[in-house]
């Protein structure tokens, strides 16, 4: 069995959440952006053929921003859900004391403390485990593509490197290293 325990930190909330959002529909989003791309490509070169021809570029310009307008809030995307974590961190989880993480062979046992007492608990099935990110300092378990849970090295009671093996054996795929 590996234990975990230790104090949230706003970091820690963050980079679980931008992970975990990062994870969700990753195919779609690369269809998005391609198609995002292809049709401002699209858009430029009606506009071009519109202006070589004399005719009205009223609507070309509307299509024209409301794409660029779409693009650019893909991209602001992650500040929005960084913001978010950051808001949730600070009234949800900054209050709590302690934050207990459990595992064994067949689940996750995640526990949060305050003033010596429990007031929320999850047990995620590690067979529901999508994926692993390692930093220096942490681990990001995501169960379902959408939960994570954090795992502090420095507090960590237990082998990391079997930690490690037991959740490369339910995901069957490398755990991602990150910096």
Same mark, same amino acid.
């Given at each position: 069995? %590996?234990?975990?325990? %230790?104090?949230?930190?706003?970091?820690?909330?963050?980079?679980?959440?931008?992970?975990?959002?990062?994870?969700?529909?990753?195919?779609?989003?690369?269809?998005?952006?391609? *198609?995002?791309? =292809?049709?401002?490509?699209?858009?430029?070169?009606?506009?071009?053929?519109? !202006?070589?021809?004399?005719?009205?570029?009223?609507?070309?310009? %509307?299509?024209?921003?409301? $794409? =660029?307008?779409? +693009?650019? &809030?893909? $991209?602001?995307?992650?500040?929005?859900?960084?913001?978010?974590?950051?808001?949730?961190?600070?009234?949800?989880?900054?209050?709590?004391? &302690?934050?207990?993480?459990?595992?064994?062979?067949?689940?996750?046992?995640?526990?949060?403390?305050?003033?010596?007492?429990?007031?929320? #608990?999850?047990?995620?099935?590690?067979?529901? +485990?999508?994926?692993?990110?390692?930093?220096?300092?942490?681990?990001?378990?995501?169960?379902?593509?959408?939960?994570?849970?954090?795992? #502090?090295?420095?507090?960590?009671?237990?082998?990391?490197?079997?930690?490690? *093996?037991?959740?490369?054996?339910?995901?069957?795929?490398? !755990?991602?290293?990150?910096?």
């Amino acid at each position: 069995m %590996f234990e975990c325990q %230790f104090k949230m930190s706003e970091d820690d909330n963050v980079k679980g959440t931008l992970y975990t959002i990062r994870q969700q529909r990753r195919k779609s989003n690369i269809v998005f952006i391609v *198609l995002l791309c =292809v049709s401002l490509l699209l858009m430029i070169s009606t506009l071009i053929w519109d !202006i070589r021809d004399g005719e009205s570029i009223a609507f070309d310009i %509307f299509l024209l921003v409301l $794409i =660029v307008a779409l +693009l650019i &809030l893909y $991209i602001c995307f992650p500040i929005l859900f960084k913001a978010n974590a950051k808001r949730v961190y600070k009234t949800s989880i900054a209050d709590r004391d &302690l934050m207990i993480v459990k595992i064994d062979e067949t689940k996750c046992d995640v526990s949060f403390q305050k003033n010596g007492e429990e007031v929320s #608990r999850s047990v995620m099935d590690l067979s529901t +485990l999508t994926s692993c990110v390692e930093d220096d300092e942490r681990l990001v378990l995501v169960f379902n593509r959408q939960m994570f849970v954090v795992v #502090r090295k420095d507090s960590l009671t237990g082998n990391l490197d079997s930690l490690k *093996l037991l959740i490369q054996k339910y995901m069957n795929k490398p !755990i991602v290293k990150i910096k």
